[in-house]
């Protein structure tokens, strides 16, 4: 079993809309959540964090968490052109506090 | 911009040769990971470097190894490059080694084998 999955791209959406991007993850120690954001051929960015349960809201950006259902989501409101990357799910579990991402999620956003 | 900045940006290495690539942590952030990116992959964690000592290594090879500088600055090295070693590395420096800690990555560095 994968460490991080993350639901299978790409993911296309028209501009306005919400993108919902999904992420399970198998540790059930894990901590602390993070969405990173990668533009094709440059590095992540991040973009969200969330330690608790429930939803943390940024502008257009909502993550969610679950730890019960080891379960981590993001939300994108009015989705926009420039929203079009690839979405990074990384969680921190374990004693050196290593990142282990997701192979990530390929979404567009249609003008 | 994160503050983090690796050279170089672009590298083209011969199989059997060796690499160094190098890292400037963020003002004020001790710990830095580095991160090996295949295409089409998330980024896979080599090891971390948390005041000048090794805090973790991730499923890499002993010729990966690294290095911690006092002002945090940090080196990765491979030895004995081989084609699959191409790849985007990447540094990330956090504040701090923990749970609830935001780490922020450079550009990365695209090293191809040949």
């Known amino acids: 079993q994968k460490e991080v999955e993350q639901n299978s791209g790409p993911l296309s959406v028209p501009e306005g809309a919400i993108a919902s991007l999904n992420c399970t993850y198998s540790d059930r120690g894990s901590q602390s959540f993070f969405w990173y954001r990668q533009y094709s051929g440059k590095s992540p960015e991040l973009i969200m964090f969330?330690?608790?349960?429930g939803d943390k809201e940024d502008g257009r950006f909502t993550a969610q968490l679950n730890k019960a259902s080891q379960y981590v989501s993001l939300l994108i409101r009015d989705s926009q052109p420039s929203d079009s990357a690839t979405y990074l799910c990384a969680v921190i579990g374990g004693s050196n506090y290593k990142l282990t991402f997701g192979k990530g999620t390929l979404l567009t956003v249609n003008p | 911009e994160t503050g983090v900045t690796q050279s170089p940006t672009h590298l083209i290495k011969t199989r059997g040769q060796q690499v160094t690539l190098r890292c400037s942590s963020q003002?004020?952030?001790?710990?830095v990971s580095w991160y090996q990116q295949a295409l089409g992959q998330g980024p896979q964690f080599i090891f971390q470097?948390?005041?000048?000592?090794?805090?973790g290594r991730g499923n890499f090879p002993p010729r990966f190894s690294g290095l911690q500088f006092p002002n945090y600055s940090s080196e990765l090295n491979v030895n004995a490059l081989e084609l699959d070693d191409s790849a985007l590395y990447l540094c990330?420096?956090?504040?701090?080694?923990?749970?609830?800690?935001?780490?922020?990555f450079g550009q990365g560095t695209r090293l191809t084998v040949v």
């Open positions: 990330a420096s956090s504040p701090m080694a923990g749970m609830n800690t935001e780490a922020f």
């Open positions: 470097y948390y005041r000048e000592e090794e805090n």
């Open positions: 003002s004020g952030h001790n710990t």
């Open positions: 969330i330690y608790s349960n």
